[in-house]
C-alpha cells in the first residue's frame, strides 16, 4: 500500500513558467505561454484527481484489509511521511506561484495570474489529500481499537461466567 502514496508524479511543479513570467515577452511569447500554463493546471488537475482515486483506494483497502489498530496507524505514519516529502517538492511551487500573482492590468497577465491561483489552490489540494487520508486512517485505528477492546471485555466476562455457566450445567 505505500506505492499508492507515492504520487510524486501527479502534481508536478513547473518553475520554468515562473521565470518566463517573470521575463519580459512579446505578444506570441506571451500566448504560448499561457497555453502552457493552461496544459499545466490541466495536467494538475487530472494528477490531483488520481492522486485523491488512489488515496480513497488506499482507504477502502484499509477498512477491508485485515489491519489491526496498530497497522493503521503505521500506514498513517506513512502518509504523513509522504505529505512531508510532497510538502518540501511543492511549498517552494506554491510561494513561487504566490509571489507572481499581482496585479497587472494586462488581459494576458490576467489570464495567468487565474492559471497561478489555480495551480496554487491544486498544490494545496494535493497536500489536503495526504492529510486527509491521515485523518480517516487514525479514525479507523481508533475505532478498531475501541472495538479490540470491546471484544476483549466480553471475552474476559464470558470466560469468568464460563466456570459457573459450565458448574449449572453440570448439575
Not at 507515492?6 to 513547473?14: A, E, F, K, R, T
Not at 492559471?115 to 485505528?141: F, N, P, V, W
Request: net charge positive; hydrophobic share 40%; charged share 30%.
Amino acid at each position: 500500500m505505500p506505492d499508492i502514496i507515492d504520487v510524486s508524479q501527479d502534481i508536478l511543479p513547473d518553475p520554468t513558467l515562473i521565470d518566463a513570467l517573470r521575463s519580459e515577452l512579446s505578444p506570441a511569447e506571451a500566448l504560448k505561454l499561457l497555453a502552457r500554463l493552461r496544459d499545466r493546471v490541466k495536467e494538475n488537475r487530472t494528477g490531483l484527481k488520481r492522486q485523491a482515486d488512489r488515496f480513497d483506494k488506499a482507504y477502502e483497502e484499509a477498512v477491508r484489509g485485515g489491519l489491526d489498530a496498530e497497522g493503521l496507524v503505521q500506514l498513517a505514519e506513512a502518509v504523513l511521511q509522504g505529505e512531508r516529502g510532497a510538502a518540501e517538492r511543492l511549498y517552494p511551487w506554491m510561494e513561487a506561484l504566490k509571489q507572481t500573482l499581482g496585479p497587472r492590468p494586462d488581459l494576458h497577465c490576467r489570464k495567468a495570474q487565474q492559471y497561478l491561483q489555480e495551480l496554487h489552490d491544486i498544490a494545496g489540494a494535493s497536500l489536503t489529500t495526504y492529510q486527509s487520508l491521515r485523518e480517516r486512517l487514525l479514525k479507523l485505528a481508533s475505532e478498531r481499537r475501541i472495538n479490540a477492546g470491546g471484544i476483549q471485555a466480553l471475552s474476559r466476562e464470558f470466560m469468568a461466567r464460563f466456570p459457573k455457566i459450565r458448574a449449572a450445567l453440570a448439575k
